[in-house]
């Protein structure tokens, strides 16, 4: 390992008669404990030590990939260990791993219109958050491993799969607004689909998007074709609704 008997009995108190003495797969010679990584010939890790940066990879598995006297080389929250275990990489601070969870809440409903169901007739609902992808932040223990959702209902938002039904035909869809009852309705081939307390204003300008799941901006929009439209005066009952 190019070091000398005496220097790795009386100094690094390693095996002079075993060139990688802790089993890391670096030869003693390059584990200059300095605790500065340098390059493959002077790695900064402990001889004596197969996990300089406790981190759970042996340091000749870190070395030159990753930083062994570095738990976290990019500094993006990972260990290196749970990195590779993950199959992101711990050089590049914006690949990350995947985080496999089980999330479980206890819902309270408080009477107050800003509620959400994440789990609406049984199916699953999607985080939504900024560049589409759920929002983490620090579990209330603040331990490692301890997160929590994010949800502000304005740049976190919950998103229903299932499609949009009837791919490849045709169908008839009608949505109701009653002004008295305040009640919005949507019909699917002449069966009632949603409904929802919902108020308008009779000054509201707010865009009237055909063909969109929401009023304002560009998104949300159906793929697909329209063959025509009906605009009614009064919100049609159901045996009205052909």
Known sequence: DGLTALVE???????????????DGLNDGVETKTGTYVDASNTGTDPTKEDTDGDGLLDGDEAPKSNPVMADTDSDGYPDGREIDGGSSPTNANSTPGLPMVIAYWPFDDQEEQ??????????GKLVG??????YVPGHTGEEGDYALFFDGYEDYVTIGGGQGGEG???HISITYDNEQEIKKLYIDGEIAAESNDS?????????NIGAGQDQGTGFF???????IGLWNGALAQDEIK
């Open 9 to 23: 009995i009386l100094e690094l108190l390693t095996d002079p008669n075993n060139a990688d003495s802790d089993g």
């Open 130 to 135: 900024p560049d589409d992808l759920p929002e």
């Open 200 to 208: 308008v204003f009779p000054n509201d300008t707010t865009p009237f």
């Open 169 to 171: 035909n045709w169908q």
């Open 115 to 124: 509620t959400a169901n994440l789990a609406p007739d049984g199916k699953a």
């Open 222 to 228: 159906f793929v697909g074709d329209i063959d025509d």
